[in-house]
């Protein structure tokens, strides 16, 4: 396979991968952004086994055996990705993702230790015995340190994000001690400083400097994530996101490899978009998120009712039914507890019903409802919703004050009106502004505070009727009752 072709397939493939995103970026498409992805990412696996044995024709060495340990590796992770993909829950796409993340940051380096060990063997143009180029390693020292914080920051994300283990690092409130800060600014000015020394340095002193940054940026990764709450968490699975695509299209300069390039690029530059879009939707500025942790500690609800104890109005799911069933306009506003229910699919055919007798519904989504960005948005898709029922929440804002009923299930902080009111952790945080609606039911198993850890005005407005219990059973029960 001459290196033209080989130029010119890794083209054919960054192609793919442009319009998988550009797919990706609406549902309807969605599915043939998938099909973009996997053929690009087709293409530039059997590339790469082609220049696999172009490169050990012309260094005269065995590629069977070298292949044999590449076909190894594909099955093996090929397997353990079908396998997870075909039994992960909805639920647990969140942990899912982070999970990948971390793999991508190990990998990077791993193949960035490879290529210190033994350059040669991965940069093209180096005789046996040499050491990397300057600009080679200051590549492989940043790919190598970004991939390093990518794994272990996404480790701790993982945990925070599953919410089932009781290690103290992965549980959702903020872990903070004194000068956090500061430790967090010597370890990165550290790992810098033996950065340079790795760069600059020749044999057993710059190896040993490669080794102690990647020590310190394993540390650092979870220095970084640790602080932050798990409200914060959808803005911390994008911004990983994006550091895994940056630490590949570092190891790929280091590399010549333009395909590692392109999509490095491609999924860092968009992770890093996905965070900003994040955070401008929580009213948070990238570095706060970064900085520091965000509401208080899950399950120790924040009252904003000065310690006197209010009681909320609560009702049966027939009561529900029958006030939705005499509405004309119903807004459906789906979270995380929506998502632990599996209620998806329940939710479709109420709102079928809702519609076969002449009522308008329509689904608002927020962009950091659930745990991961667009968390709703699958959920929906896979029950089959329409599409043109679905709404992000510019679009629908304005239509809540016009609408007879805004059934809420399992959201929370989204809707939370405690970010109007100053003063709170989450002042200014845009909000689907669902207490503009006529009449509000709110679905959830208790009264327990989100994920933020506040409590909510909306529950305890004259207007607000609380059905408490599990969101299929729950809604399953309305379908039924409905008239």
């Not at 055996?65 to 093996?76: I, S």
């Not at 080679?136 to 020292?141: A, G, I, M, R, Y």
Request: net charge neutral; charged share 15%.
């Amino acid at each position: 396979m001459s290196m033209n072709l080989v130029v010119l397939l890794y083209l054919l493939a960054s192609v793919c991968f442009i319009q998988a995103l550009k797919g990706l970026s609406h549902p309807k498409t969605s599915i043939l952004g998938n099909a973009f992805g996997m053929s690009g990412m087709a293409i530039a696996v059997l590339t790469t086994i082609g220049l696999i044995f172009t490169l050990a024709q012309q260094m005269q060495v065995d590629a069977v055996q070298g292949l044999g340990w590449v076909l190894a590796g594909l099955v093996l992770g090929g397997g353990a990705g079908a396998v997870m993909a075909k039994r992960v829950e909805m639920t647990k796409m969140p942990e899912l993702v982070a999970f990948m993340h971390s793999m991508i940051g190990l990998a990077a380096v791993f193949i960035a230790v490879a290529a210190v060990v033994e350059p040669w063997a991965l940069i093209p143009g180096l005789s046996k015995g040499s050491e990397a180029p300057l600009g080679n390693k200051v590549e492989l020292f940043l790919g190598a340190a970004i991939g390093a914080i990518t794994f272990s920051g996404s480790v701790v994300a993982f945990g925070k994000l599953s919410g089932k283990y009781k290690f103290r690092l992965f549980q959702g409130a903020p872990v903070s001690f004194a000068g956090q800060h500061l430790l967090n600014l010597v370890l990165g000015l550290a790992t810098v400083a033996l950065g340079l020394v790795f760069t600059l340095g020749q044999g057993e002193t710059a190896f040993a400097a490669f080794l102690g940054l990647l020590a310190l940026a394993f540390v650092l990764g979870v220095l970084i994530i640790i602080p932050i709450g798990g409200a914060d968490m959808p803005v911390v699975v994008s911004m990983l996101n994006s550091y895994s695509g940056w630490a590949a299209a570092g190891i790929g300069f280091s590399l010549n490899n333009a395909m590692l390039i392109v999509a490095g690029s491609l999924v860092g530059s968009s992770g890093a978009i996905l965070s900003y879009i994040m955070c401008k939707a929580m009213n948070r500025s990238f570095f706060s998120v970064i900085l520091g942790g965000f509401g208080a500690d899950p399950g120790e609800g924040v009252s904003s009712s000065g310690g006197v104890q209010r009681t909320a109005k609560s009702g049966s799911a027939d009561d529900a039914a029958f006030i939705l069933g005499h509405a004309e306009t119903v807004v459906i506003v789906p979270g995380y507890g929506l998502a632990v229910a599996r209620a998806q699919h329940a939710v479709k055919e109420l709102a079928h019903k809702l519609t076969e007798k002449g009522i308008t519904v329509k689904y608002a989504i927020h962009p950091v409802a659930g745990r991961m960005p667009g968390h709703m948005n699958v959920l929906l898709a896979e029950a089959e919703v329409p599409y043109d029922q679905v709404f992000e929440m510019e679009d629908i804002n304005g239509e809540f004050g016009q609408a007879d009923v805004a059934i809420i299930l399992g959201a929370n902080d989204v809707v939370n009106p405690a970010a109007l009111q100053k003063g709170s952790p989450i002042y200014g945080m845009p909000i689907l502004e669902a207490y503009k609606a006529k009449t509000v039911i709110v679905n959830k198993r208790s009264m327990a505070a989100g994920y933020a850890g506040l409590d909510n005005e909306l529950f305890y407005l004259d207007k607000t009727m609380m059905v408490f219990g599990d969101a299929k059973k729950v809604v399953e029960e309305m379908t039924k009752a409905v008239e």
